[in-house]
């Protein structure tokens, strides 16, 4: 092959851990690997994104990558790192979510070409949904001893968790579940390596196992580090919560200013991971950005790149906008040009009052508007001492004592963004 995959992990600093001998058989002709997600959910989160970027690098190397979609295994619960069951999914629900993740896998795997190596989504629950309990204990779970089992660490440290009630049988054959499906994928598709987090290494060699015991093969296991932040909290996480790939859940605008806000050895690390750029680049971004700090390069340019591939350049472009509203560069014309949900993201947390429309139809006088009506300044005397020194605006531009807020003010017919200095604002809503 002309690219080595284990190369490109290793300079990215996506490789964990690998099978002796993985290196020299990827390049010896093109193979097949999957990933499995989880389908709980009609999207995915950044927390998926390194196991996403796995089978990009992996496709754009030459090799063809499977994207399993656990809709079996999504039922049980995994133990590894996780305290508690997962809920049952229908399958109707479990058919909707697929489709939505494979959408998003999309915008990093190409499905659709005629390419030896076009990526395929698979969904284990079409080969396991008529197993029977019986066949499969007598067919796989007799390959797999109770000692083996136990010996993972993913079970060791879910048994001995005093947070917890223990393990059911049902997590405990997780692996086994999971293992198959690395024995069916072999057997069907000569898919000879699987790839995740790397508390997923128990998991992926009890599946190599069976390769080799049932299948009479060799299979090849890879994982790739957990992402932490430099400052101890948790990567994926924000104060909403997960970091979603679906705008309907995160908004491009949010999703952008999560890794805008990244900090300097965070940024250094994650463009590396979640962007396609070349070594190359990465290594004359890094000697700029260092050069000045203050300008924020690397946190532009990793938010920049992966909003692109997740969303759109027309996101990249309103999400920019949206950020350059929020800190003073911009004027009215850009502030009506938002539409609610990117208005809201940005002026999440500012004070609100709400005014009748009849009264904005009417005319509503600026001292009003500040004091009276709104609450936003103490008293008529404080907005008159605001307005002389020069300091009040009014969907980012500045006003005068005496200026009458009209309708034609309103942003999406229903907002008027009051200012007082650079970074005290307040949101009048008209109902």
């Known amino acids: 092959m002309a690219v080595n995959f284990i190369e490109e992990l290793q300079w990215r600093g996506m490789l964990h851990d690998a099978m002796p001998g993985t290196e020299k058989y990827l390049m010896e002709t093109m193979r097949a690997a999957y990933v499995g997600f989880d389908p709980t959910a009609d999207s995915l989160h950044i927390g998926n994104l390194v196991p996403i970027m796995l089978l990009a690098h992996f496709q754009r190397a030459g090799h063809k990558p499977f994207a399993l979609v656990g809709g079996a295994t999504g039922m049980i619960g995994d133990p590894s790192g996780k305290s508690s ?20 896998l999309s915008h990093f795997l190409d499905f659709e070409s005629n390419i030896a190596n076009a990526a395929v989504l698979v969904n284990n629950y079409d080969w396991m949904k008529d197993f029977s309990f019986l066949e499969f204990i007598r067919d796989v779970g007799k390959h797999i001893t109770v000692n083996y089992m136990m010996a993972k660490d993913s079970v060791k440290n879910r048994i001995s968790s005093e947070s917890t009630d223990g393990m059911s049988f049902t997590e405990f054959t997780y692996q086994l579940v999971q293992g198959y499906d690395f024995l069916h994928l072999y057997k069907e598709h000569d898919c000879t390596l699987q790839m995740g987090g790397s508390d997923q290494w128990g998991n992926i060699t009890t599946g190599t196992e069976l390769i080799r015991r049932i299948g009479g093969g060799k299979g090849y296991a890879l994982t790739c580090p957990l992402i932490t932040k430099s400052d101890g909290s948790k990567f994926g996480k924000s104060e909403g919560g997960n970091v979603w790939l679906d705008a309907a859940r995160t908004s491009p605008y949010k999703f952008y200013q999560y890794w805008l806000n990244t900090s300097d050895e965070d940024a250094e690390k994650y463009i590396k991971i979640f962007t396609f750029l ?43 906008k949206a950020s350059d509203i929020l800190f003073g560069k911009s004027t009215s014309a850009d502030l009506k040009g938002l539409d609610e949900a990117t208005f809201l993201d940005i002026f999440e947390g500012v004070p609100q009052a709400e005014v009748s429309e009849e009264v904005i139809k009417n005319g509503l006088d600026i001292i ?29 531009e500045k006003v005068k004592d005496g200026y009458i807020l009209t309708t034609s003010e309103l942003i999406n017919d229903q907002f008027i963004l009051l200012q007082r200095g650079k970074k005290n604002y307040f949101v009048i809503r008209v109902v």
Request: glycine share 4%.
């Open 85 to 104: 069951e997962r809920n049952l999914l229908d399958e109707q629900t479990l058919r909707h979510n697929q489709e939505a993740i494979k959408s998003q």
């Open 278 to 320: 070349t070594k190359e680049e990465i290594d004359d971004l890094v000697e700029t950005h260092k050069e000045a700090p203050h300008q924020r390069l690397l946190q532009k340019k990793l938010a920049d790149e992966i909003t692109v591939i997740v969303h759109s350049k027309q996101d990249l472009d309103n999400a920019i």
């Open 368 to 396: 009003g508007a500040l004091a009276e009506q709104t609450g936003f300044l103490k008293s008529n005397g404080e907005a008159r001492r605001a307005l002389k020194e020069n300091s009040i605006a009014v969907n980012k």
